[in-house]
């Protein structure tokens, strides 16, 4: 089982866009789980189709198991088993103390923290708080996970200057390398037309970015 978490403490920069489109690519190599921690549910809502319901929800549609789960409850205490899915990907804002374990008693394998060009001040003016938060997931900063940093139209140049400049040195970090910018078309797949970038006529090759990053970003 590989548990990988789209994380970032601001909205719209990506999370939503990384955690579909993992969970769509994975899908085609095992069992896979997606689990929507944030209350707005766009994850859920990309393959369901529908708002969630209240508190919790549970789904399945284009060969994957989705679970809208904003209160962020045990796994086990939905009844589901964790491990009988190749990976998991959950799809959270901020992550506090000890969240992964509560809701798999696992912890992660793989952190993606998405800046897009859409919010790309933002996003990047927020790197370290976001890097400090990740950094105390589970309370324990030295657990044996990779910390990626997904640039989605974004200059990987840009990134690392940022991170030269809050003198941010780890070596659970690496920044990926740059997706080119389909801002305005993936606001359109994601929450309009609920389908993945490569199925857009001309952008087929985008799944090769999301291959790279499902299996050749581990630090």
């Known amino acids: 089982m590989k548990v990988i978490l789209c994380t970032h403490n601001s909205g719209g920069v990506g999370k939503t866009t990384l955690a579909v489109h993992l969970a769509g690519y994975l899908s085609e190599w095992g069992e896979v789980l997606l689990v929507d921690c944030d209350e707005q549910a766009d994850s859920w809502k990309f393959f369901m ?3 969630p319901g209240v508190p919790v929800d549970q789904g399945s549609a284009r060969g994957i ?3 809208a789960n904003p209160e962020r409850r045990s796994l086990k205490k939905l009844k589901v088993k964790p491990n009988q899915f190749d990976f998991i990907v959950i799809d959270i804002d901020t992550v506090l103390e000890n969240t992964v374990q509560v809701i798999l008693n696992a912890h992660p394998d793989l952190i993606f923290i998405p800046l897009n060009r859409s919010h790309m001040y933002k996003s990047i003016d927020n790197l370290a708080s976001v890097l400090e938060m990740v950094g105390g997931i589970d309370g324990n900063p030295a657990l044996p996970y990779s910390v990626v940093i997904v640039p989605l139209g974004i200059d990987k140049e840009n990134i690392e200057r940022e991170l030269e ?3 941010y040195h780890s070596e659970q970090y ?6 080119e910018d389909l801002s305005t078309t993936m606001d359109k797949v994601i929450y309009k037309d ?3 970038i490569w199925d857009c006529v001309g952008l087929e090759h985008n799944k090769n970015y999301f291959k790279y990053l499902a299996f050749n970003t581990s630090c």
């Not at 690496?174 to 997706?179: E, G, R, Y």
């Open 65 to 67: 198991e989705v679970i």
């Open 165 to 167: 400049r809050i003198e």
């Open 194 to 196: 609920r389908k993945y």
């Open 49 to 51: 189709e529908k708002e």
């Open 174 to 179: 690496l920044v990926a390398d740059s997706m």
